[in-house]
C-alpha cells in the first residue's frame, strides 16, 4: 500500500472486525503496545486488555531486544499467534517492529509478517543543536544542506520562515525567531529525511500490503518542544510519510519500570498542545515509550489525548515474570537478583536511569518476601532488575550451570496460572488508568 494511501486506510479502520491470526491495522483508536521478552506473556496480556478500551498490540519487539534475547522476529509474531489462537480470545490485534534503524532491520521485520513499523532515526538526531553558538549553528545548517535533507537555506526559510500556524482554537504556533527555526532544523532535518527513506523500504519490504509507520524522535537529551513538534509533523506531511503514531521526547523522566518525574501541571499543559499539533499535522495518535508504570500521569494522558493515544510497554512484563521466580524457585531468583547487580554498571550504560545499587539491601540477607519487595517493589531494585533483562536471557546461568532462561521458562510453564494472573493484575491496572482515570 502506498503512503499517501494510508491516511485513507488509517481513518477507517474499526475495532473488532477481524478475527484472524494475522496481525491488521489498528487506525485512529487508542491502542497499548504488550512487550512480550519471554514468548510466554501473551495469555496475561489478553487478559489485561479486557480491563479497558485500548486496542492491543501482541507481538512488540525492537531488534535491540531480540539482539539481546536470542529471538528472531519469527518468534515473537509466533509465540503471540499462538496465545491467540490458543485462548480463542476474539478481536484484531496488532504487531509492531520496534525502533528499526536500518533497512535490514525493516525487510526481516516484514517478512516475520508484523504489520506496525516504528522509525527510529535517533543516530540523526542532533542533541547539540539546543547549544551551539551562532558560527557552530552556521556551520551545523550548511552541513544538514550538504547532506541533501534539504536543497538549501533558502528552501527552508521558503518553507518556514515568519509562517505562523494556527493549530487549535488556543493554540497559535509561529516560525519568526530565526535562531529557533535554524536549531530545530539542525536538530531533527536529518533525521526526518532518514525516516522519509525507511518508509520508502517499509512500502518496498511491505509489497503492497497494509502498513502502518510511528516515528520515534523520543531518545534525545531534551524534550521535544512544540515548534520542534511542529516542524517535525508539517515536514512528514510536506514529504509524504503518513504515521499513524510519533513519539515526542516529554517533559520531565520517563525512566524504565518506575513512575513519571516531574511537574504534572506543566506535562498536562504541553502534552495539550503536543495532541494539538499532532491532530492539526495528521491526526496521528501521541506514542508514549518507557510507558510502563507511568500510573501518576496515566489519568492525564488517556484524557488529554483521547483516540490519539498510543502507550508502549514491555519490561514491566519481565519483571513480572521474575516475580513469578521470587515467589515459585526463590533460589535461583537469588542467583539472579546476585548475577543483575554484578552486571548493571555494564548494562545501564543503554538506558536513562536513576537507579543505585548502594541503595538496595544485600539480598542474602533478606528473606523471600523481602527480596521479592526489595528488587519487583522498590524503584532502584525494579531498574537493577530491568535493564540488566538482555545479560540475565543471553549469558546468565545457574551455579550448576543451567542458563537462568531456561529455569525461567520451565518456571513460568508451570506455573502458567499465576504468571497470567499477575500480568493482568499489573498490566490491567495500567489499561484502566488509561481508559477511565
Not at 520496534?98 to 516484514?110: C, F, G, M
Not at 538549501?152 to 493549530?167: A, F, M, T
Not at 499513524?244 to 517533559?251: H, K, Q
Not at 519487595?373 to 536471557?393: K, N, P, Y
Request: aromatic share 8%.
Amino acid at each position: 500500500m502506498s503512503l499517501l494511501l494510508v491516511r485513507d486506510r488509517i481513518a477507517t479502520v474499526e475495532p473488532q472486525t477481524r478475527n484472524s491470526l494475522a496481525p491488521s491495522l489498528l487506525g485512529l483508536h487508542p491502542s497499548f503496545g504488550f512487550g512480550d521478552r519471554l514468548g510466554l506473556a501473551t495469555p496475561g496480556h489478553i487478559l489485561a486488555t479486557e480491563s479497558g478500551q485500548l486496542l492491543p498490540i501482541f507481538a512488540q519487539q525492537s531488534v535491540r531486544e531480540m539482539d539481546r534475547t536470542n529471538r528472531t522476529p519469527l518468534e515473537v509474531m509466533s509465540a503471540a499467534q499462538e496465545a491467540i489462537r490458543t485462548s480463542g480470545w476474539q478481536g484484531i490485534w496488532g504487531a509492531d517492529a520496534d525502533h528499526l534503524k536500518t533497512e535490514t532491520d525493516v525487510i526481516n521485520l516484514a517478512n516475520a509478517g508484523f504489520t506496525f513499523f516504528t522509525i527510529d532515526p535517533s543516530e540523526f538526531v542532533n542533541n547539540a543543536a539546543d547549544n551551539l553558538v551562532q558560527n557552530q549553528l552556521k556551520e551545523a545548517l550548511d552541513g544538514v544542506v550538504k547532506s541533501q535533507a534539504f536543497e538549501s537555506i533558502g528552501q527552508i526559510e521558503d518553507l518556514y520562515l515568519d509562517k505562523s500556524v494556527e493549530v487549535s482554537n488556543d493554540l497559535t504556533l509561529d516560525f519568526k525567531n530565526r535562531e529557533k527555526l535554524y536549531r530545530a532544523v539542525v536538530k531533527y532535518g536529518r533525521a526526518i529525511a532518514y525516516a522519509e527513506k525507511m518508509s520508502g523500504w517499509i512500502t518496498e519490504a511491505t509489497s503492497g500490503a497494509d502498513f502502518e509507520i510511528e516515528i520515534s524522535v523520543d531518545e534525545t537529551d531534551t524534550p521535544t518542544t512544540p515548534i520542534e513538534h511542529l516542524f517535525i509533523g508539517m515536514e512528514l506531511k510536506r514529504r509524504e510519510v503518513q504515521c499513524v503514531s510519533l513519539a515526542p521526547r516529554f517533559v520531565g523522566q520517563f525512566e524504565k519500570a518506575i513512575d513519571y518525574k516531574g511537574d504534572l501541571g506543566l506535562f498536562e499543559s504541553t502534552l495539550v498542545q503536543h495532541v494539538a499539533i499532532a491532530r492539526w499535522c495528521g491526526p496521528y495518535k501521541i506514542s508514549v515509550h518507557s510507558g510502563s508504570d507511568k500510573f501518576s500521569i496515566y489519568p492525564i494522558i488517556g484524557r488529554v489525548c483521547g483516540n490519539l493515544l498510543h502507550v508502549k510497554t514491555a519490561g514491566t512484563s519481565y519483571l513480572e515474570a521474575l516475580r513469578v521466580m521470587a515467589r515459585r524457585n526463590p533460589e535461583a531468583f537469588l542467583e539472579i537478583i546476585k548475577f543483575s547487580l554484578e552486571r548493571f554498571d555494564t548494562d545501564r550504560a543503554t538506558y536513562h536511569i536513576s537507579a543505585d545499587p548502594n541503595r538496595v539491601d544485600n539480598p542474602e540477607n533478606l528473606n523471600h518476601k523481602e527480596r521479592e519487595a526489595e528488587f519487583l517493589d522498590q524503584d532502584d531494585g525494579r531498574q537493577i532488575m530491568h535493564v540488566t533483562f538482555g545479560s540475565v536471557l543471553a549469558i546468565g546461568k545457574m551455579l550448576d550451570s543451567q542458563p537462568f532462561k531456561e529455569i525461567i521458562l520451565e518456571t513460568l510453564s508451570t506455573n502458567a496460572d499465576l504468571h497470567n494472573q499477575l500480568l493482568n493484575e499489573h498490566l490491567g491496572h495500567h489499561i484502566r488508568l488509561l481508559s477511565y482515570g
